[in-house]
């Protein structure tokens, strides 16, 4: 069975810096894509970052640029996200995915508040 569980969500302040980590199983992880997007209330999903399976190229969207950088540890079927700078904007649930290209597993989110 395909699992994805994110972990490292939380409350910080503007400015502040918070590590999410996407555990991965039940496939080859290192055949994947691996993806964070994230969904803020009111708002439409949007795709953060992304890191492809070898060897490691990275897309980030423009809000993040610069602030946000992924890596992937294929020992440990674990992707992360080490979101740096964090603004108000960035408050979302945020959501790992396999395949960021046509996402087919997600997980069921980590919630990330930064507070002005």
């Known amino acids: 069975e395909v699992q994805l569980v994110e972990s490292g969500g939380g409350l910080v302040r503007a400015g502040g810096s918070l590590r999410l980590s996407c555990a991965a199983s039940?496939?080859?992880?290192?055949?994947?894509?691996i993806g964070w997007f994230r969904q803020a209330p009111g708002k439409d999903r949007e795709a953060v970052s992304c890191?492809?399976?070898?060897?490691?190229?990275?897309f980030y969207a423009d809000s993040v640029k610069d602030r946000f950088t992924i890596s992937r540890d294929n020992a440990k079927n674990t992707v992360y996200l080490q979101m740096n700078s964090l603004k108000p904007e960035d408050t979302a649930v945020y959501y790992c995915?396999?395949?960021?290209?046509?996402?087919?597993?997600w997980g069921p989110g980590t919630q990330v508040t930064v507070s002005s």
């Open positions: 039940g496939f080859t992880f290192e055949d994947y894509s």
């Open positions: 890191i492809s399976s070898v060897p490691g190229r990275t």
């Open positions: 995915v396999r395949d960021c290209s046509d996402p087919d597993y």
